[in-house]
């Protein structure tokens, strides 16, 4: 009954688990179309580019697309024609593109319209090539822009799907039906020969032998079912009757049947030697003994990211010389989601160290916030986080009041993008996460919780590209302090204030950390991007 629980249980954290991760995966999903690029080697990049988005997103073909814009009498490319034409075939972006050959290079630029509105959406995307290819580095410029300003995208649509995908669903259907129906007749075949061997053992069964059953060896399943009877038998044995003669064969099978339920319940106490009787609900709780620590509830976050600069270098309004804008956000309302599961802790009965291996799970997405240029102009701005990994807890002792200690292991990414002209790049940041934690139960409602976490990024996004600030040695920092106020036993609230800081130290090959002041020095040399924030969120306990 045990291990059927916990079955059960495990199988609904998966299905939350993956289904949550595909509807955010679906809703990340866009179809788009990209228009035929203009300029030299113009249809080598656009095979490219379609062969690049393919992998995040849905691709209509070009000939879809001009056939629609025909029959619509939208064949010029504008603003009006792009979202009459993408609202007939639920395109929720529309890419265009020209190629400018220069000096043995390839100049890329990219456009992106929104399928809604038919508008550009952002700035143009320049990066560049060189060969009649799409190198590397421009494929991660894509990446890094193109890719993410698409998953930015209203849907044009009803659903997540479009009109193939749902004709391709309901193929596999027709088929499903004859299989079933032969499945039903195979299983209907065996039962008709089963009825006689259970009368002949039930005429066995009236015959006692030494406080066995004269059931023949069956299989094991059903020698384990038989286990609990023969074992009361054996506690409370009743008077032998006498010994029939010409039945040794059949007492020595009963003999070898008994000998190998004896092994199974050997082998069942193995199994559970690491099981203990269930805890009591303080203890189950407590957070060394805890299956599931999830949260939900507002985020608040502040952006400051300034500038290492030469002693000379003074603003100037122009972007691209003088010292960088910094930048100076005040705290956004967010949407946080926050799961920690221990599967093996499930039951509330293992003791082994397995039921403190766990998964993290974290979401956090800005929900108002918007920046100003130095002019005053509001800018469109997005920010959000997630990150998923391993976690391993150790408790002190095994009392509900233990302090804890934990480790985990995981992969986050995070971005913040600012549209229209701001002179600040934009960054996408991944990265490996180790962390540290540390529980101390302060009384039996409060909790005090201290996290502290060593980010290697791998990558930012375009603050190092080379028309940007170029090669950097880049390394993270945060750290968290909360507190749980127990409401009962499995809810709480949590309040929580974090510091995140991201330094960079740049290699000076960038073109914006040297010129900015007319001579060929280094005028940027670093930069610091610090996150201050906090979270106010209703948790549950298991």
Not at 60 to 78: C, H
Not at 318 to 331: D, F, I, L
Not at 524 to 534: C, H
């Given at each position: 009954m045990t291990s059927s629980r916990l079955s059960k249980r495990w199988l609904v954290l998966v299905l939350l688990v993956f289904g949550l991760g595909g509807l955010a995966y679906a809703d990340k999903r866009k179809r788009v179309v990209v228009l035929p690029f203009e300029g030299e080697k113009a249809e080598k990049f656009h095979q490219a580019v379609v062969k690049l988005l393919k992998k995040s997103h849905t691709v209509?073909?070009?000939?879809?697309?001009?056939?629609?814009?025909?029959?619509?009498?939208?064949?010029?490319?504008?603003s009006k024609n792009i979202k009459k034409v993408a609202k007939k075939l639920k395109i929720d972006g529309v890419v265009e593109g020209t190629i400018e050959k220069r000096r043995g290079q390839y100049i890329i630029r990219i456009k992106l319209h929104a399928g809604t509105t038919g508008e550009i959406v952002g700035s143009p995307i320049n990066t560049k090539a060189e060969g009649p290819r799409l190198d590397g580095a421009a494929s991660r410029d894509l990446k890094d822009e193109l890719i993410d300003a698409i998953s930015q995208l209203g849907a044009n649509r009803a659903g997540s799907g479009g009109e193939d995908d749902e004709e391709e669903e309901t193929k596999p259907a027709k088929t499903k039906k004859p299989a079933k129906e032969e499945d039903d007749e195979e299983e209907t075949k065996?039962?008709?020969?089963?009825?006689?061997?259970?009368?002949?053992?039930?005429?066995?069964?009236?015959?006692?032998?030494?406080?066995f059953s004269r059931k023949p060896a069956k299989a094991d399943d059903e020698e384990a079912a038989a286990l609990k009877p023969k074992k009361e038998e054996d506690e409370n044995p009743l008077p032998k009757p006498k010994k029939r003669p010409g039945k040794s064969s059949e007492d020595d099978g009963e003999r070898v049947a008994a000998k190998g339920d004896g092994e199974d319940i050997e082998a069942k106490d193995t199994d559970e030697q690491d099981t203990g009787p269930k805890m009591d609900r303080a203890t189950a709780l407590a957070p060394g003994n805890r299956a599931i620590d999830a949260v939900v509830g507002m985020s608040f976050n502040a952006r400051r990211l300034s500038w290492t600069t030469a002693g000379d270098l003074v603003?100037?309004?122009?972007?691209?010389?003088?010292?960088?804008?910094?930048?100076?956000?005040?705290?956004?309302?967010?949407?946080?989601?926050?799961?920690?599961a221990y599967p093996l802790a499930f039951s509330h009965k293992k003791q082994g160290m397995l039921k403190n291996l766990g998964i993290n799970v974290m979401y956090d997405k800005a929900l108002l916030i918007s920046s100003k240029d130095a002019a005053g102009t509001t800018l469109k701005t997005a920010a959000q986080r997630y990150g998923v990994g391993g976690v391993f807890r150790l408790p002190f002792n095994k009392s509900a009041k233990a302090p804890v200690v934990a480790a985990g292991l995981g992969f986050g990414n995070q971005t913040f993008q600012i549209g229209g002209t701001s002179d600040i790049p934009n960054v996408n940041y991944t990265f490996i996460n180790a962390s540290l934690s540390f529980r101390y139960p302060l009384s039996d409602k409060l909790l005090l919780n201290t996290d502290f976490s060593y980010l290697l990024v791998t990558n930012t996004g375009q603050m190092q590209r080379t028309d940007q600030y170029g090669a950097a040695k880049v390394s993270g920092l945060e750290a968290e302090i909360s507190g749980d106020y127990a409401i009962s036993k499995a809810l709480f609230a949590r309040a929580a204030i974090k510091l995140e800081t991201i330094g960079y130290a740049f290699t000076g090959n960038g073109m914006l950390t040297t010129g900015r002041d007319g001579d060929p020095e280094v005028d940027?040399?670093?930069?610091?991007?610090?996150?201050?924030?906090?979270s106010v969120t209703l948790g549950y306990l298991y």
């Open positions: 209509v073909s070009t000939a879809k697309w001009e056939a629609t814009a025909e029959e619509l009498s939208a064949g010029k490319v504008t065996p039962a008709k020969t089963k009825q006689p061997a259970k009368e002949e053992d039930d005429e066995e069964e009236t015959k006692p032998k030494k406080g603003p100037t309004g122009v972007a691209g010389t003088g010292k960088p804008p910094n930048y100076k956000g005040v705290p956004a309302p967010g949407l946080l989601v926050d799961l920690t940027v040399s670093g930069a610091r991007d610090t996150y201050l924030g906090g």
